[in-house]
């Protein structure tokens, strides 16, 4: 399996404000995805990252609002734009190798983003 | 539409056995299982395919009726480290996890 880590693993920010989170594989995979969690909350996928394009959004999430880079087969970062309190969550990168269905995600330790 | 899980919540003492449940109103292709420990990333516990198979490893296992839409893990003689929340994970066809509403399950001695 993978070894993901994320950047930062927690941070305290102001409302109206920009946070970028770093997402990065010690080896290179095919799929990597973002994922919201609220507190005591299921797993939401917010965005796949594709590498070379623009990433595809799940319905109710859109780019302005969480725009998101793909830069090479290792790294992604997802940036939560001009935040509010509704945005507290953890944040969490997930990669995939073969990009099916059969497919196993691992998960990076998530960021924890608390909005004042 | 979010896989249902049940229990929502489930206490037991070590050595039980337990069963989670999770149920899809749509076709499913795959079901993924995951465990998240407070405050960890949720850890791949086993990947079952369509064709109604049964899967498992030490003492959790899990079974996928395609045809019902629905999946099973089965923990038995449950230990303190079992205790975590389970999701299961669902795909129709693609590659995009749609996760259930989560089962919290906790051991006690």
């Known amino acids: 399996s993978a070894v993901i880590s994320q950047k930062p693993s927690r941070d305290i920010c102001q409302r109206g404000t920009s946070l970028t989170i770093q997402c990065q594989v010690d080896s290179q995979v095919t799929m990597m995805f973002w994922y919201r969690q609220q507190p005591g909350q299921s797993l939401t996928l917010i965005a796949t990252?594709?590498?070379?394009?623009?990433?595809?959004?799940e319905s109710g999430f859109v780019i302005d609002k969480f725009p998101i880079s793909r830069p090479n087969l290792t790294f992604s970062t997802l940036t939560v734009s001009n935040m509010s309190p509704e945005d507290s969550s953890i944040y969490l990168c997930?990669?995939?190798?073969?990009?099916?269905?059969?497919?196993?995600?691992?998960f990076g330790p998530g960021t924890r983003l608390t909005v004042l | 539409q979010q896989p249902v899980q049940s229990p929502q919540a489930v206490i037991l003492r070590e050595g039980e056995d337990a069963v989670i449940n999770c149920s899809s109103s749509?076709?499913?292709?795959?079901v993924h299982w995951y465990r998240q420990k407070h405050g960890e990333a949720p850890v791949f516990l086993m990947i079952l395919l369509k064709g109604g198979e049964q899967k498992g490893h030490d003492k959790i296992s899990a079974s996928f009726n395609e045809k019902k839409q629905q999946s099973s893990l089965y923990l038995t003689a449950s230990q303190l480290s079992y205790s975590g929340t389970y999701f299961c994970g669902t795909t129709g066809g693609g590659n995009k996890l749609t996760f259930g509403t989560g089962t919290q399950l906790k051991v006690e001695l």
């Open positions: 990252a594709n590498q070379g394009s623009e990433a595809t959004y």
């Open positions: 997930s990669v995939g190798t073969s990009g099916t269905s059969t497919d196993t995600q691992y």
């Open positions: 749509k076709a499913l292709y795959s």
